[in-house]
């Protein structure tokens, strides 16, 4: 599988223990184990917010340390928060996806609001494409494109294999992302899903 972070569009730390699950399951995936987040920051994941797996816990994984993320004395490694208060505290959450079996994302060209995105996917016949099922395709189909797309969440995201310059010009393989635009920009295109 592949893990990824995951915070809410009002922002970084929103999230409880009980919403930050939900949220997982939102984008067709669920809270990561320890395990999957140490496989995660082994495999390259360098990321300066804490967030909850699921066990209760809070983690970061980091691969290159520096001032904002604990400072630059500290090795790299996931550095634990420890259990914290599950209604109270607030963080984001770090969610697990695997390989969806028999099915696909794909692109659709277009300057359309995130209204349209959705409207151009069932056009075809397919859904607007969840977040972890982007990250899967990205992980396990190897989708490379170098154009935003809306998502279900409201989020404009595109997935790079193969780094390059004019794709974000970041060194690694990832899934980018433009945050959370407004959803009457016509400005993106659109991922879909569709299941076999």
């Known amino acids: 599988g592949v893990v990824f972070p995951y915070q809410t569009s009002n922002g970084r730390y929103k999230f409880n223990y009980h919403e930050a699950k939900r949220a997982c399951e939102q984008q067709d995936s669920r809270l990561a184990t320890y395990q999957q987040l140490y496989k995660a920051w082994t495999e390259g994941l360098d990321w300066c917010n804490a967030g909850w797996i699921l066990d209760g816990t809070v983690h970061y994984p980091i691969i290159n340390s520096r001032e904002p993320c604990g400072g630059r004395l500290l090795l790299p490694g996931v550095r634990t928060y420890g259990a914290r208060d599950k209604q109270k505290?607030?963080?984001?959450?770090?969610?697990?996806?695997?390989?969806?079996?028999?099915?696909?994302?794909?692109?659709?060209?277009?300057?359309?609001?995130?209204?349209?995105?959705?409207?151009?996917?069932?056009?075809?016949?397919?859904?607007?494409?969840?977040?972890?099922?982007?990250?899967?395709?990205?992980?396990?189909?190897?989708?490379?494109?170098?154009?935003?797309?809306?998502?279900?969440?409201?989020?404009?995201?595109?997935?790079?294999?193969?780094?390059r310059e004019r794709c974000g010009g970041l060194p690694d393989p990832g899934v980018r992302s433009f945050g959370f635009p407004s959803k009457e920009m016509r400005t993106y295109g659109t991922y879909c899903f569709v299941g076999k």
């Open 89 to 163: 505290d607030r963080f984001d959450a770090f969610c697990f996806t695997s390989a969806l079996q028999g099915s696909q994302v794909y692109f659709i060209r277009g300057h359309l609001n995130f209204k349209e995105a959705g409207q151009a996917c069932r056009n075809h016949g397919a859904a607007i494409a969840k977040v972890g099922q982007l990250y899967s395709a990205w992980k396990f189909s190897q989708l490379d494109r170098c154009d935003g797309g809306w998502l279900a969440d409201g989020s404009v995201r595109y997935p790079i294999t193969t780094p």
